[in-house]
């Protein structure tokens, strides 16, 4: 029996081995809902690890290392992963997201407007680049802009073009948060500022926006997190060399080095920005979830 065959047949064994003990679990009527909460918890842990098992037998890891994990194809990323790549989509991103935030400020306040015709462009909006694919703001952005104003550029050429194409994106989704936020403030906060001579205006500026943004800081940091991983959509707009993003240089690495330990990389560096900011958020989330 080949090596191959040795373990299609241990992995057999191990299924046959947690079919078995799942059947012979006594049929008793009389158990508690505790104890048949246990029993289906030790059925889930036995074939899960039946899984890991059949996978750490029949994966190839030698080849696995060589294709995926190649340190020599890792090293040759360096330094430009971190001087081009990633300074890039740090850009991209932060642009964008300061664009979509005082965008979707503008929105929010419009959307909660008394006068009708503020409140049904912010609605229009918010529906139209809420219902597109980024995509098709990036394409539109980076390709219909030039023939409907011929030889007009973007400020920042291609950095320009990625700035609003996300800002664009972003702004309707945070126009929804912070709309949000302004209504989770109790109305006695505006009462009681107009009680003291404020005008509507300086007391949304200054006592209602405030507490709205504190509010919804966990989702506009989730935002954030979107529009880092969205940026990767640059390379629509056909970029080069010195304004790649992450996505793009792993994946035009992978097709220079004819290995997949660049896409690795690349993921990876995503995942240094991506994680940290998730623990933010739920912390966030959680401190907001105790002061309620």
Same mark, same amino acid.
């Given at each position: ?82 001087? /081009? *790549? !990633?300074?890039?989509?740090? %850009? +991209? ?5 300061? #664009?979509? @935030?005082? =965008? ?16 049904? /462009? *912010? !609605?229009?909006?918010?529906? %139209? +680049? ?5 995509? #098709?703001? @990036?394409? =539109? ?16 050429? /291609? ?40 005008k509507p205006g300086r007391a949304m500026l200054s006592i209602i926006l405030p507490q709205a943004i504190r509010i919804v800081i966990p989702p506009l940091t989730n935002e954030l ?56 958020v739920r912390r966030l989330e959680a401190r907001q979830g105790r002061k309620r």
């Amino acid at each position: 029996m080949d090596e191959q065959g040795a373990r299609l047949h241990a992995v057999a064994r191990l299924l046959i081995m947690a079919t078995t003990s799942t059947q012979a679990e006594p049929a008793r009527s009389g158990l508690s809902p505790r104890q048949r909460r246990r029993i289906s918890l030790s059925i889930q842990y036995v074939v899960f690890v039946v899984v890991c098992l059949a996978v750490a037998l029949l994966a190839d890891w030698p080849k696995i290392a060589q294709n995926f994990f190649n340190g020599k194809v890792a090293a040759g990323m360096f330094p430009e992963l971190f001087t /081009v *790549a !990633l300074k890039n989509t740090l %850009i +991209f991103t932060i642009s964008g997201y300061a #664009i979509g @935030f005082v =965008l979707g400020l503008v929105l929010a306040l419009m959307r909660l407007s008394s006068v009708t015709p503020y409140r049904v /462009v *912010a !609605l229009v909006y918010i529906e %139209i +680049f809420r219902g597109l694919p980024a995509l #098709i703001i @990036f394409l =539109l952005l980076g390709f219909g802009l030039p023939i409907a104003f011929p030889g007009f550029k973007l400020p920042g050429d /291609v950095y320009g073009t990625v700035a609003l194409a996300l800002g664009l994106v972003a702004a309707a989704y945070m126009a929804e948060s912070f709309r949000a936020g302004i209504q989770a403030v109790p109305k006695g906060q505006m009462e009681a500022a107009r009680s003291l001579g404020m005008k509507p205006g300086r007391a949304m500026l200054s006592i209602i926006l405030p507490q709205a943004i504190r509010i919804v800081i966990p989702p506009l940091t989730n935002e954030l997190i979107l529009l880092f991983k969205d940026s990767s959509l640059v390379f629509t707009l056909g970029v080069t060399a010195a304004t790649t993003e992450l996505t793009k240089f792993g994946s035009d690495t992978t097709i220079d080095q004819a290995n997949s330990t660049p896409l690795i990389v690349a993921g990876a560096t995503y995942l240094l920005i991506t994680i940290p900011l998730g623990i933010v958020v739920r912390r966030l989330e959680a401190r907001q979830g105790r002061k309620r």
